[in-house]
Each structure stands twice: as structure tokens, then as C-alpha cells.
């Protein structure tokens, strides 16, 4: 780090050089706190869209399906509020905008970022990002979107445990040297406004497209596990809506809509 910019994610830091209009126009710091989604959803209903929640430290992350997320220090632990005018079976696409903002502004620094099927963001198949998009809506209508980013950005992979080492990595692990975080995030936030705003203009198919360029399960083997049962097949592609086709061992298609992806390792020479 360069002597006279201390590495804090802090409002002044992060505004000092960011280039968005929307995104990011209020920052809201904490050293540590329970779950930036948490907190950006108490406020969701009283701030401005574009709103940020950001922590250096998160207390109880939250995951997807369930699961906790780790959040020490040295990572990037976002949420961002949204309020599109969408109804509540698309909010996925957010979901699927954000796994593309994440993987652009990783690639930025040269690492061959790709997308696992729905959001995880992994370099050389580890996973180094999460994505969990939390919505208030009523029946028919969105009344904010909380999509929640963690990026082991400077963490140090010898403090997870094993299982999390063994199939996750950060970008200081994979160049080598730590990131300036601050940049990292003021590149994301208008990575991000750039494909929210091309989203609202153009509709949802442009970042499909982008979505299946960085997708790393096109073409993989995978195990699908739904609410209701598990699946083997062939990813062969992912819908307008951002679903996976899936061609099961016996030749069906099925789509699925939400699931948990596994890669399978593929047979040899298959
Ligand atoms: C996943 O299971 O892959 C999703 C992980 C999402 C983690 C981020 S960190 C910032 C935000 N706050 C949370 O509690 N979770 C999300």
C-alpha cells in the first residue's frame, strides 16, 4: 500500500475516486458488523437507491441456502440497495448481473475470471466471490433488492478451514500481493452501474450474453440439487432468464430455475 492511503474501506476513501452517479452516492461504514445484507435491508425502505452497505469485518455473513458465510478482515464485504421497477420472479436477474460485475472487475487485473452457474465467481475453478440477493416486494411488486458481494480480496487462505481452503482462493492468493481494495470496489460499483443501467435501457438479454461468455458451467458436468432432488447431466446452456439447462444422463432437458451447481470431475478424455 502506498504510505498515505491506509487500506480502509471508508466513505471518504471510496468516494475520493468514484465515478458513479448512482451506486455508491451513500456509503454506509462499519469496522464490523453482524451481515452488510442485514443492515442494508433495515434501511433499505428509508435510503436512497444505490445506497452501499460495506463492513471490514462481518460477525454472522450469511450465504446462500442457508449456510454462513466467513468474513475476516482484508476481504470486501458489500451490499448494494436497489429498487428496479420489476416484478419479484426476476430479481434473479439481478443476482446474475452482479456475478457479471464481479467477474469484470476481477478480469480488470488480469485473472481468468468465470462465472459458476448461478453466481459464485471462481479463478482456476475456486471460488473467490459470493452473491446472496435478498428482496422486499409485495405481491406484485419490488420494493428493494439487497445484493450482497464477498470478495476474498487480501485474505489469507491458511485462516479457512480446510474444506473452504480446499475449493476457494482470494486475489491476494492468486497474484501474489495484496490489492488496493479501495479500487477494487470503486471498479465494481461503476461495473456495476454500467450493467444496471445497460439492463434498464437494453433489457435483461445483453448481460445474458456477457453471463455466457464468463459462464465456467456451460459444457461441465454437473450435480444439480434442488428443494425437491438431485440431478446429473450435461450443462448445455442457461435460458434469456439466466435458468440452466440441464441434459440429464437419460436425454431430458430439464430447466432449472434455483439450485445449488456442483462440477463434476469429468471422465478421462471425455
Ligand atoms: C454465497 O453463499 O455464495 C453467498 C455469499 C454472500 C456473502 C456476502 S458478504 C456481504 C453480504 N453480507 C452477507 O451477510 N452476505 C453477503
Sequence with gaps: MLAGSPDVLTPAEIK???????????IHYFKETESTNIVAREMAGSVEEGA?????????????????????????WLSVVLKPRMQPLHAPRLTLLAGVAVAKTIRSYGLPAKIKWPNDVLINGKKVCGILTEIGAELDAIQYVVVGMGIDANVDMETFPGDIRDSSTSLKNELGNDI?????????????EVLYLKFQK???????????????????????????????????GVDSEGALILETSDGKLEKIVAGNCEHLRRAHGS
Excluded: C, D, H
Excluded at 460495506?54 to 468474513?71: D, V
Excluded at 488496493?180 to 456495476?192: D, H, I, Y
Design 16 to 26: 475520493a475516486g468514484l465515478k458513479t452517479s448512482l451506486i455508491g452516492k451513500n
Design 52 to 76: 452501499v452497505v460495506i463492513a471490514e469485518a462481518q460477525t454472522g455473513g450469511r450465504g446462500r441456502l442457508g449456510r454462513k458465510w466467513l468474513s475476516p478482515e482484508g476481504g470486501i
Design 180 to 192: 488496493n481494495r479501495v479500487e477494487f470496489v470503486q471498479r465494481l460499483l461503476l461495473e456495476l
Design 202 to 236: 437494453e433489457g435483461f438479454s445483453s448481460i445474458m450474453e456477457e453471463w455466457r461468455i464468463m459462464s465456467a458451467t456451460i459444457g461441465e458436468w454437473v450435480k444439480i440439487t434442488t428443494q425437491a432432488r438431485s440431478m446429473y447431466g450435461e450443462a448445455i
